[in-house]
Every structure is written in structure tokens, then in C-alpha cells.
T-cell receptor, first 111, second 116 residues
Framework: KQEVTQIPAALSVPEGENLVLNCSFTDSAIYNLQWFRQDPGKGLTSLLLIQSSQREQTSGRLNASLDKSSGRSTLYIAASQPGDSATYLCAVFTGRRALTFGSGTRLQVQP | EAGVAQSPRYKIIEKRQSVAFWCNPISGHATLYWYQQILGQGPKLLIQFQNNGVVDDSQLPKDRFSAERLKGVDSTLKIQPAKLEDSAVYLC??????????????FGPGTRLTVL
């Protein structure tokens, strides 16, 4: 059974810092890994999707890497801003056509 | 492009009552998902539809939960009777459903259910 773990559970940083969120998964037989953002009271917004054959994906200040063999992914946020405050969720797609999510990292960027 | 619509946004009921949630996916999206997100956890898939057929309902508590997607568009999720542990946010998502390797799911705002 696939399990996804995200560390840390919560993170508070001053504005302007670069930061890394971690995600690990137990079954390396995945087809893709996705990072989502969830704002309070709202649904999830897809940030990046990395296919199993890829090593990383970039979008603006966000960079996600994937090491499938070790079961790890990181989300790098450059020059953090207060608007980046949200919960970030990692999810893997294992071919059962369903995403398995981690519990998320709650990020607070202090102005 | 309109996003995934869900209603109601909030619902408070007593245990043993019944409740229904409605979802309207993005136009043209063949795949529709219902997730349950308990506070402090990630979403957990309840049921997945491809057009109006069920692809996966292995984690749906079928003794009390039911879902349908008539005509392959809108969907309703029903709980009858509700238990305290059903308190959660119920998220609906949709995707094109053409290439599952690159399929991106788009989520609605969710329905927050409180069972007293």
C-alpha cells in the first residue's frame, strides 16, 4: 500500500527566504508525482506535475525534483512571499487511476 | 473557463440524518472524482467515474455512502445515515481523462460537512 509522508508538517519563515518542502513515498512504482497548493476554505490548485521519466519541473519561483528510486521529491520555493502562505500537498499517481496524498506542509511566510 | 462547481459550501447536520452534495465538473472532462479530506490530513479518494461509469469505489463506505453521475456530467454524493466521523471536507475534482500519465485534476472549493 502506497504511503506518502511530508516533512515538516508546518513551517514559518521570513519573507524572502528560499525554502524546501519534502515528500517521500514508499512504493517507487509511480507514474507521476504532483504538488498542489491548498488555501484555507478552498480547493486544491495543481502547481507542478512530474512524470516518472522526468527529474524536475519548474514554474516561476517553484522547482520540483523527483528521485523515483529513493522515493523522494522536493519542492523548492525561491524568494518566498506572504502570498505563498498555504498548505502544500504532495500526491503520487500509481496507476490505479487515483492519487495518494500526503498530509501536507502548512507554510506561513512572515512579512 | 469555468472551474469545478460544488454546492452547498457548508452543511451542518445531526448524526443519523442524510445529506447530499452536488458537483458540476469542467465542461468536457470525462473523469470525475470525489475525495474526503479530514482535518489535518490529505484528501482520500472515495469514488472515481469515467463518463457515467464507476472506475474505482474501493474506498467508498457503501453501507452509508452512494454516488451517481447521470449522463456523464453532474454528480451527487449522498451519505445516509451520517456518523460523527463523516465530518470532513468533501472535494470534487475533474480531469480530461485522456492520458492518465499527464492528467491534471482540477478541484472544486469543497463542501465542509459538520455532523453533530
Amino acid at each position: 500500500k502506497q504511503e506518502v509522508t511530508q516533512i515538516p508538517a508546518a513551517l514559518s519563515v521570513p519573507e524572502g527566504e528560499n525554502l524546501v518542502l519534502n515528500c517521500s513515498f514508499t512504493d517507487s512504482a509511480i507514474y507521476n508525482l504532483q504538488w498542489f497548493r491548498q488555501d484555507p476554505g478552498k480547493g486544491l490548485t495543481s502547481l507542478l506535475l512530474i512524470q516518472s521519466s522526468q527529474r524536475e519541473q519548474t514554474s516561476g519561483r517553484l522547482n520540483a525534483s523527483l528521485d523515483k528510486s529513493s522515493g523522494r521529491s522536493t519542492l523548492y520555493i525561491a524568494a518566498s512571499q506572504p502570498g505563498d502562505s498555504a498548505t502544500y500537498l504532495c500526491a503520487v499517481f500509481t496507476g490505479r487511476r487515483a492519487l495518494t496524498f500526503g498530509s501536507g506542509t502548512r507554510l506561513q511566510v512572515q512579512p | 473557463e469555468a472551474g469545478v462547481a460544488q454546492s452547498p459550501r457548508y452543511k451542518i447536520i445531526e448524526k443519523r440524518q442524510s445529506v447530499a452534495f452536488w458537483c458540476n465538473p469542467i465542461s468536457g472532462h470525462a473523469t470525475l472524482y470525489w475525495y474526503q479530506q479530514i482535518l489535518g490530513q490529505g484528501p482520500k479518494l472515495l469514488i472515481q467515474f469515467q463518463n457515467n461509469g464507476v472506475v474505482d469505489d474501493s474506498q467508498l463506505p457503501k453501507d452509508r455512502f452512494s454516488a451517481e453521475r447521470l449522463k456523464g456530467v453532474d454528480s451527487t454524493l449522498k451519505i445516509q445515515p451520517a456518523k460523527l466521523e463523516d465530518s470532513a471536507v468533501y472535494l470534487c475534482a475533474s480531469s480530461l481523462g485522456r492520458d492518465w500519465r499527464t492528467d491534471t485534476q482540477y478541484f472544486g472549493p469543497g463542501t465542509r460537512l459538520t455532523v453533530l
